[in-house]
């Protein structure tokens, strides 16, 4: 039957369809491999080995797709989640402007420290710093801070 090893192997074409019926596992072990090695047992130790590193390689490519696809839309997710964030910092000063100025009950353009302190006293002021991670106290030390003049107005 050495005419099977001629059929399997006898041209380029023919070893690469029986290579790629290898690698799929198509009748690979009763249609070729088993025929070939009864006249040359020693192909066993080419079969084997291509089996493997061929798996290996198709299961790493196919691995890479998968992960450079998560990789991609965890990107775009960080990029939309920095986006989300700006975009609430930005309505979190506007909120803050928008106190500052109601707090102004003097209508002199700025805010004293007399008149933050009342501000204070509001509920909706304290659920405010309350909401942006803030207690009372470090919203005196952020009040402290916007006063960079110590003059008590910010």
């Not at 009864?38 to 196919?62: D, G, M, S």
């Not at 997710?77 to 928008?98: G, P, V």
Request: one cysteine or more; aromatic letters at 12%; a negative charge.
């Amino acid at each position: 039957r050495p005419y099977i090893v001629g059929d399997f192997f006898g041209s380029i074409s023919s070893s690469m369809f029986a290579l790629f019926q290898i690698l799929t596992l198509e009748s690979w072990c009763m249609g070729i491999v088993r025929p070939i090695s009864h006249f040359a047992p020693w192909t066993l130790l080419v079969f084997l080995p291509y089996i493997i590193f061929t798996t290996c390689a198709v299961l790493n490519v196919v691995t890479g797709i998968f992960v450079e696809q998560i990789m991609t839309v965890n990107h775009e997710d960080e990029k939309l989640i920095i986006k989300m964030r700006e975009a609430e910092i930005r309505q979190q000063l506007s909120e803050l402007k928008r106190m500052f100025d109601e707090g102004d009950v003097d209508g002199s353009g700025e805010l004293s420290f007399k008149e933050f302190e009342a501000m204070l006293h509001q509920e909706s002021v304290r659920v405010f710093f309350l909401k942006i991670g803030l207690d009372l106290h470090e919203a005196r030390a952020l009040f402290q801070a916007v006063d960079s003049d110590n003059s008590g107005t910010a």
